[in-house]
Each structure stands twice: as structure tokens, then as C-alpha cells.
């Protein structure tokens, strides 16, 4: 058999993330969010972006960057769960593999019960 076709059958096959949507697919999510949520490499659960949509829940491009930063630094210290508590919105993010599980307001945050998570990370400036 030619030993062309051989290593073209060793390659994995290509997967595409669910987490990762067009901006067609964002629904409301405009171009720079969809762009910066890219860039950041935090990812977006199906669930998250939907309570984000749900509760009109906004992540600035400043919350963006210092959400990677701590999580980044989470990572390092061995969280692999995490709770951020930000001034207006709490999410459950996994650090393990950068997404965003689900959000909510401060508000409705503050009668929850946060379980299987290892690490809170507090940014509330």
C-alpha cells in the first residue's frame, strides 16, 4: 500500500469547540465582545451566555482582561473551580479550562449556596 495514504490516516481529526460561536450565533453579542472574548481566551459556556443575555449582564473589555489575569493566577495556585465576585455580577468560571460555566447578578448571588468549587476570586474595583 502507498505509505502516503498511511500518514495522511495518522492525523487526528479536526474538532471544533462548542463553547466558541460566530457573532451570527452571539444573538445580541456585538462584534467587539465577540472580539475581545476571543482575545482573551476565556470562553463563554452555551449556559453562561444565555444568563448573560438573560439578566443583561455586561463584562467590559477592562473586566475582560483582569478576569484572565486572576484566573491565570488562580490556575497557578491550583483552583480549578472558581467563584469571581466582580462589583455587579458573580460567575462561576472554570480556571481549568478558561470558560465561564454561568452568571448572575450581585443581588440574586447573594441568596445562592456556590458548591464544587475550590477558589473564590474577589473583583469588586
Known amino acids: ?64 482582561v483582569k478576569m484572565e489575569e486572576r484566573m491565570r493566577e488562580a490556575k497557578q495556585k491550583g483552583v480549578t473551580d472558581s467563584l469571581i465576585l466582580m462589583k455587579d455580577k458573580a460567575l462561576v468560571v472554570s480556571t481549568k479550562n478558561n470558560t465561564v460555566i454561568t452568571a448572575m447578578n450581585k443581588q440574586e448571588a447573594q441568596s445562592q449556596i456556590f458548591t464544587n468549587i475550590n477558589g473564590t476570586i474577589v473583583m469588586e474595583d
Open 1 to 64: 500500500m502507498d505509505p502516503r495514504i498511511h500518514s495522511l490516516q495518522s492525523h487526528p481529526p479536526l474538532t471544533i469547540s462548542s463553547t466558541k460561536r460566530t457573532p451570527a450565533e452571539n444573538g445580541n453579542a456585538s462584534f467587539k465582545s465577540v472580539l475581545q472574548q476571543e482575545l482573551s481566551g476565556i470562553k463563554l459556556s452555551k449556559h453562561a451566555q444565555l444568563r448573560l443575555k438573560e439578566r443583561n449582564l455586561y463584562i467590559s473589555e477592562a473586566e475582560w
